[in-house]
Structure formats: C-alpha cells, structure tokens
DNA sequence: TTCGGCGTAA
DNA sequence: TATAATTACGCCGAAG
C-alpha cells in the first residue's frame, strides 16, 4: 500500500458562516445571542472533519472590506448590503470556538479569504499534500488542480460536492483555470462585476470552449455571430479585462503554509465545553462528552469519577450497623445525598437494591438486597431529619415511609430543582441535568452499588449548582416554600390513594357493553357492512365514499370523523349521531372502565395514580397511572363513573373544594383591571357582568345566550384570544368574534394594557413569570414563523395566569397538609385538579376540616380580589352536596 | 415501537 | 394569506 498522502483542509470562514446564517432558522440561547451561524459553522467543519480525516486545518477569514480589488475598481462589491447585524457578533464566537478547539486561523489585511486560501492551496499542492477546499463559493473552483479538490456546500448545509478536475471538465467542458474567463465574460452581480451585456453564464462558457481565454475570445470577436454580443464584446474588452483581474484569486497572497502549526489536534475539551454550554449547543455536549470518553480510554466501570471532577472512592458498607454508626458520624453535615436504587419503577411495589451516600469528601454504598424494608427505614431516619438531597425525593420518599420510616421535608431534589430552572425541558433525569448544568457525564449501567453512590455523589454536586441558580433567578422561596415540601404532599396523597367501588365500576361496565352491542349493530345496519368502528380510516371510508357524505374537514392524513364533523353530518344520516353515541360509550368503556380496573391495587383496593411535578410548563401538576385529572363530569353518563371513587371506609365521606373563577381573579389581580376588580369585589357572577359590559345592557337584562358568549370569551382572553377561535367556538362569523373581542376591551382596559405588556415583556426578558416567581422560557416569541410565534405570544398571555392559578393551590396544599397532619390525622388529600382538592375523611371531623380547608385555600395568598372556594361532600365522587358551615 | 386521530379534564 | 384559544394523559388503529 502506498504511503498515505497528508490532507490539508483549508475553510473559507466568511463563506461558511453565511452559508450557516441563511441556511438555519435564527437560533439563540436563552439571553437572545444568534447563535445560528456559529452552529452551522461548527457542525458544517466537524463533519468535513470526521469525513475527511484531514492531517492539517486552516480557517481563513476576509481581513478587512478593502482590498487591492478596490484599487482596481472602486465600485467592486459595492452592491453588497450591509452585514446583518444578527450575524455581525457571531465572526467573533466562530473565532472563540476555533481557539478552543485548537485549530489554526488566518487572516491577512488587504485580503480576502480567497486569497489567502488560493496561496495556501498552492503552497499545499507543491509541498505534495492533497489539499481540500472547504466553501459555499463557486468561485474556488478555479483553484481546483491535480492535487487540489474543492468540497463545495450545496442545499445549505446538507450536502457536500466534492469537486475536481474531472468533474469540472465533466460538466462545463473546461479546465479550472478557465472558470476566470468565463467569469470575466459573465460579470458577478454579488461582486458588482459588471459582465459583457448579453453575455451570460451559457454563452460565456461556450465562448470560452471554443476560443480558449478571454482574450482568445475578444480576438475574434467579429467571428462571432450575434450581432449584438459581437459588438459588446468590442466595447466592453476593457471591462472584461478588468473583471478578469477581479475574478483572478491572488495566489501570491503575503501568508506562508506553516504546517507545524496547522495540525488537526484535540481541542480544549474544557474550553469546548464552556463555549458550547455558554451558547446552549446542548447536542453538541454530548458529542464532546462523547470524544471525551474515547480521548479518556478508561473504562467506565473501573471509575466512580464523573467526568471533570472526581468523587471520592465510595466505603463499601457490610451491614446496618455500619450504616447506622457512619449515619451518627454525619450527624453535624449539611448538604448529605441520598439515593436509594429500587428493583422497579413502582415506587409503590418495588424493592431496594442499594443505597447511596455522600457528603462533602466522602461516599459510601449499602447492598440492601437482603435487607428488611422495615430494617433499613429505621435505621435511615435519623438521616431523614437532617433534610438530606434527593433527586425525586417523592419516590424515595414514599418507598421508606412505606417501610414504615418518619419521613421529613427533603433538604433539596435536583430533580425538582432542574424543573423549575426550565420546566419546558423534556426530561429532568440526573444524567441529563448533569450535562445540562455541569456539562459532566454521568455515566450509568454499573453495579447497582455504583450507581447508588455515583447518583447520590452527583446529586450532591448537582443540587449546589442548582441552588444557585434557583437564587439568581429569584425561585427560592417558590422551591423551599412550596416544591420541597410539596413533594412529600404528593408522596402521601399517592401512598394513601382513592378508595374504588369495584362492583359499581363492573357494573357500569357490563352496561356500557350492552350499550355498545346495540349501537354497533344499529350502525352497521345503516352502513350496510361490517367494519372497524374504532378506526377513523375505515369509517372515513365509510361516510365519504360508501354513503357519500360530504367530506368537512381533513387532518393531515385524509378526511376527519371527529365530533364536530360527525355533529354536522347528524343532519344528513341518522348514522353520524349513533357513531357519536357509540363513541362516547366506547371512550367510557376502555379508558375508564377497563383502563382503570387494572390498575387498582388489590391490597388497597385503591387507586394510587402518579402526581408528576416535573411535567408541565406551566407549573401545574400532571396525573398519570391512572390520570385521574380528566374523570368524566360534563355529560351525566361519563359523570356516573364518580360512583365508583368513594371514601376509605364507612364512617368517612369526600369533600372536595374547588375555587371558583381562579384563572378570572388572577386576570383581575395581576392586570389591576379596576372594572373587573370591583366585579368580583361586590361579589358578581362574572360571566353575566362581562355579558353586561360588553352587550351594553344592564346586569338584570343579561339573558342566558348573552352569558354564554361572554363566557366563551372570558375563557378565550385567559388562553391567548383570537376572532377566529373565538368564532369557532361560538359558532359566528369572525367579524362578530372580532367586534365582541373589541368591546371586551373596551370596557375591561387594563386587561387589554396587561395583555400587551405582558408579551412585550417576555420578549425583552425571554420568559415570563409567575406570582411566585415560576419562570417559562418562550423561545417560541423569536420564531421566524409567523404562527409558531403567535402561539408563543398566546402562551405568554395564558402561562403567568395558568401557572398562578398553580402556584396558589400548591401553597395552599403544603398549608393544609401540614394542619391536617397536626390537627386531623385521619382526614387525607387524596386528590388535586387543578383547582380543586379531594379530601377522604371521617365524617365527624367534616365542619372542621370544611372550615380549615376553605379558609387556607381562600387566604393563602391576599390578591386584590377575593379568592372564593365552594365546598361539597357526600359518599362518593358523584353524589357530592354543597356544604354549608 | 411509534405516530396520528380522537376524546376526557381544568 | 389563512389562521388549532391554554395545559395535560390515554386508548386505539395503522404504519413501521
């Protein structure tokens, strides 16, 4: 095999960071950097790089406007616009990322990058290195020679022609160097070349074909037919003349190939790392951390270090005597991690297999395979009581309050912690809040042993970054005050759940089922075949083609069969409003029926769904397995379903509390609306006063239609109002939408001020906030689409009442937990919806714990207006009383 | 296994 | 110019 040829590469950065520019949708961290070209740089040079494997880089850069070009021709690229101020800024981030990777650059006043790179090429070429040209601009192709080959940017950033000799000759029939000449002929317009009239790119290179250079061609000009180009080419020599010296690349360039100091090396991990993490490029962490983990050679295994930073050897612990003593030794620490690993994701259900400590200088890890629940839990809760660092402290929590341990507030919970820094994030798990927060790698898969002390060891490093950015972004108290504690909150809610009527759940069931056969028989009936009813693309079939119905929307796959449609098909075929019926029964059947069933714990015989509070952006909670946040309560049949949640046991009854008009009182509050403050002050029925004001009737004459509509835009004002949503849903005409839309604002002024400022804000701060501090990043405010923006102008009008709302029923249930614990052990929260709380207690404690429940959820938080909560009570979900004290 | 359509809640 | 009013979770069929 022939020795391998060194590679050098050389980058036309001003060409590639345009390219990147306009290729990619304007990216930008947080703090609003562009951050776009930089990005495009980077992932364009390292793919050239892992593609070619070249020996040795060079980026060059445009040193200065002027150029020996400008002596020739003063008008030379002066067409050229000015550089997007966007873009500006980002010359100087490539540059700091070409440091940090080690990487050589160029520039050279006077000169264009070209130049230099032509030079450069040259100087390559004779050194007998093959030499690769990097860039978005055609015009390097006249550099391309038998050592010199052009890797030239198409579509973007997708895909990269390589181009050589051959492949010039292939398609324009000419050698490199004779691209000049047919530049000199055509003119640039980005250069401001002017070009031979009637002269354009076909006719240049045929000219050129056929006499061989420029001035070949002007030798024979009268030879050539087409009058006008014949004389043209008389008059215009001179400028084609003095374009052709444009054109030329200076391959005389004052720049010395110095390959000693060119080599392709290792970059700065570090400084990689920072610079990427400063400007948010959060995929090409990994990336990094990846090379780092090669670059490194070590294997995982053998190592407890995250990466950057070592964690001490964790002490390998024989026995609960160990633990117990080394628990009394840490007895003054603040700032303890614990990590428990569990053999299952049901916290509920699941066993111990290892522990994890650590602490400021030290770790250590427990097997606790063999161990009793009960064992362990006692001899942990000392160390509970000192509030020690979790990530999901309710997981861990739960499974030792289950073993029977006293369990306190957690100290910390990175988990918790990294949601509130950036609750639209898609995953808060202790591997990614690594790499997001410490740019470290956090790498699993070991002994369970390992990872207990590893994750505890990392939490405990983590939860200190954390914190601090919790302070700098004022969520301290919003984290301490209410998440923390609230994780216990919904530790025990869970723990406790919701006691199930299975008979009642069968039976409704079984006549659900009886339902369901009738209806699919009536349908098939009326279709005249059989077919899949739970499949939209077969009743699509069905409806449009079969029956011929007519088609009234489509979804991106083919014709809708949802309710609206199937609602304005009722008045053609009998059979649009069974398939609505049988709809609603089939809904009821599998999701609430035979969703749930399973799910209820035999030992309880309750149901113990997940509350997640990690999950949405706006800071409510979410409710998973089962999700019982969306129980059926509009339509009477799907409300029965509430039969089947009842109390634990006789002797006890459910009151639940919900606030009335939450979402409306935090509009009034936070927009200081004077109009809508006195509403709600003197106590009205909102809806009827916005009907009032809007309708221009007194509150007496409101009618029933008239508070509808001013129901349906009080719910459109807090989501983020548009005429057309509004008209949809109101079923009017835009213009009527529009004008209702109007009047509002008319009349409720400081709304309409609020909602202004609100989205101005966001945009200046790049998030908006909540009473508590609760902060949302709307990157989506930046977009250039114009409907991605407006949605994200929307969110920041809904997201600040939306998460209120939240904040205030979190404080609120941190409150009362605490007195019910104090004061009423046996009375329990067993549900949240958002703005409502479900309570299971015994019936003699309900005039007080009615009493203690209103009154903390009513003045947890004083807002201009007052908070009203409505109670009810009765044995089971559905046959719920208001409550009067 | 994943995605889209659909439907339930506040 | 044409336009999904916010936030979630779960079931099913169809496509992979």
């Known amino acids: ?170 398609s324009y029939g000419l050698e490199p160097e004779q691209l000049i000449d047919v530049k000199a002929l055509m003119g640039d317009a980005s250069d401001n070349i002017p070009g031979v009239p009637g002269v354009g790119e076909k006719t240049a290179v045929q000219l050129v074909r056929q006499y061989g250079d420029l001035e070949g061609v002007l030798a024979h000009s009268r030879e050539i037919k087409g009058r006008r180009v014949a004389e043209n080419l008389e008059t215009c020599a001179d400028q084609a003349r003095l374009a052709r010296r444009l054109a030329t690349i200076d391959c005389q360039a004052p720049v010395t190939l110095d390959l000693a100091g060119c080599c392709n090396q290792p970059p700065d991990y570090e400084a990689v790392l920072a610079l990427y993490k400063e400007l948010e490029f959060h995929s090409l962490v990994k990336d990094v951390l990846r090379a780092m983990e090669q670059e490194g050679g070590k294997d995982p295994q053998e190592t407890t270090a995250v990466r950057g930073l070592s964690l001490p050897d964790p002490l390998t612990l024989g026995s609960l005597e160990e633990l117990a003593g080394l ?15 569990l053999n299952g994701p049901d916290y509920l259900e699941a066993g111990a297999v290892a522990l994890g400590l650590a602490w400021e200088g030290g770790a250590a890890v427990l097997g606790t395979a063999g161990i009793q629940p009960a064992a362990l839990a006692g001899t942990l809760e000392p160390l509970l009581q000192v509030n020690p660092i979790f990530h999901d402290a309710k997981r861990v929590l739960v499974w030792l309050s289950h073993a029977g341990a006293r369990v306190a507030d957690p100290g910390g919970d990175t988990m918790v912690a990294g949601y509130l820094l950036n609750p639209s994030a898609s995953r808060h798990d202790l591997p990614e809040l690594c790499l997001e927060h410490l740019s470290l790698a956090l790498v699993e898969g070991d002994s369970p042993q390992l990872a207990a002390a590893r994750r505890a060891g990392a939490a405990r490093l983590l939860h200190r970054e954390l914190a601090g950015k919790l302070q700098v972004a004022g969520m301290e108290n919003l984290y301490r005050r209410v998440e923390l504690p609230l994780t216990r909150v919904l530790g025990a809610m869970e723990s406790y759940g919701v006691a199930v009527d299975m008979e009642t759940l069968e039976l409704m069931g079984t006549e659900l089922e009886g339902g369901l056969a009738a209806l699919t028989e009536a349908i098939y009936e009326l279709a005249g075949e059989k077919f899949n009813l739970n499949s939209p693309k077969q009743l699509a079939v069905i409806l449009f083609e079969k029956l011929g119905l007519p088609p009234v929307k489509r979804t991106k796959t083919g014709f809708s069969t949802d309710a609206a449609v199937l609602e304005e098909l009722a008045f053609r075929h009998p059979i649009a409003a ?85 979402e409306l009182r935090i509009l009034a509050h936070i927009s200081g609306d004077e109009a809508m403050i006195a509403a709600f002050r003197r106590g009205e029925d909102i809806h009827a006063r916005t009907a009032a004001e809007v309708f221009g009737v007194p509150l007496a004459e409101v009618t029933p239609a008239m508070r509808r509509s001013a129901k349906a835009v009080n719910f459109g004002i807090v989501y983020g109002i548009s005429d057309y949503g509004l008209s949809r849903d109101l079923g009017i005409s835009r213009s009527e939408a529009h004008d209702y839309i109007e009047r509002y604002f008319r009349r409720y002024r400081g709304v309409k001020a609020y909602l202004e400022e609100v989205v101005a804000r966001a945009r200046q701060e790049g998030y908006v906030t909540t009473l508590l501090g609760r902060r949302r990043y709307l990157p989506d405010l930046f977009s250039s689409n114009r409907n991605v923006r407006s949605f994200g102008e929307r969110t920041a009008m809904n997201t600040p009442i939306q998460g209120t709302a939240a904040d205030i029923i979190k404080l609120a249930m941190v409150k009362i937990f605490r007195l019910l614990e104090e004061q009423y052990p046996a009375a329990r929260m067993i549900l949240q919806v958002h703005d409502e709380l479900i309570f299971d207690i015994p019936e003699d404690d309900l005039p007080d714990v009615a009493g203690l429940v209103k009154d903390t959820m009513e003045h947890t938080l004083e807002l201009q207006v007052p908070l009203q909560v409505d109670l009810k009570a009765g044995p089971n979900w559905y046959d719920l009383e208001p409550y009067k004290e």
């Not at 628990?327 to 690993?341: H, P, S, W, Y």
Request: net charge positive.
């Open 578 to 662: 069974k398939l609505v019926e049988y709809r609603q029964l089939a809904k009821l059947k599998s999701t609430y029926v035979e969703g749930l069933k399973p799910l209820v714990n035999p030992r309880t015989g309750s149901l113990h769904t997940s509350f997640n509070q990690t999950v949405t952006a706006t800071g409510r909670l979410s409710s998973s397995e089962p999700n019982l946040q969306n129980i059926p309560v509009r339509l009477e049949l799907g409300r029965r379903l509430r039969k089947a949640f009842v109390p634990h046991g006789p002797g006890r009854l459910l009151l639940a509390a919900d606030y009335s008009q939450i």
């Open 1 to 170: 095999m022939p020795p391998k040829t060194a590679r050098l590469l050389l980058v036309d950065g001003n060409s590639v960071i345009h390219r990147a520019f306009h290729a990619l949708p304007p990216l930008q961290t947080r703090e609003g950097i562009r951050t776009n070209a930089v990005y495009g740089f980077a992932t364009m040079l390292q793919k050239a790089r892992d593609m070619f494997k070249p020996d040795y880089i060079i980026v060059a850069f445009d040193h200065s406007k002027v150029t020996f070009r400008h002596d020739l021709y003063d008008e030379y690229k002066g067409t050229r616009p000015e550089t997007d101020p966007e873009l500006r800024p980002q010359f100087a981030l490539v540059k700091r990322l070409l440091a940090a990777w080690n990487l050589a650059s160029c520039e050279v006043e006077g000169y264009e990058a070209d130049d230099l790179i032509g030079t450069l090429s040259r100087q390559g070429a004779a050194a007998g290195l093959e030499v690769l040209i990097l860039t978005g601009d055609r015009d390097a192709l006249q550099l391309v020679g038998d050592r010199v080959k052009v890797l030239l940017m198409r579509r973007g950033l997708s895909q990269v022609e390589v181009v050589d000799r051959e492949a010039i000759k292939k």
């Open 327 to 341: 628990i009394a030794g840490l007895a003054g620490k603040t700032d303890v991690a614990l990590e428990l690993i």
